[in-house]
């Protein structure tokens, strides 16, 4: 958890390479931690990273499988089968 506030720090703080960096190190100690996917998922749409963003949003998905905010960045993520069931 404290690498996901860091990430978010981070990015408030105008750094995002950093916050990716956060994010992406908070999933390899917790992988079942499903707002670091979320986080960087997020990050990585809005850097135009849509397959990217689509597969980590997926990973985001198996944990917190009908969170709103997650559903509706992967079908921004526009990558077919993300909401496949």
Do not use: C
Request: proline share 7%; glycine share 10%; charged share 25%.
């Amino acid at each position: 958890m404290i690498l996901n506030r860091l990430g978010r720090t981070f990015l408030a703080l105008g750094r995002p390479g950093d916050a990716e960096a956060s994010w992406r190190e908070g999933i390899h100690y917790n992988p079942n931690y499903a707002d670091n996917f979320k986080q960087l998922g997020l990050r990585l749409l809005a850097d135009g990273r849509h397959d990217d963003a689509a597969d980590t949003l997926r990973e985001a998905l198996a944990i917190i499988p009908f969170d709103p905010s997650v559903r509706d960045a992967a079908r921004r993520a526009g990558k077919p089968g993300v909401l496949a069931p």
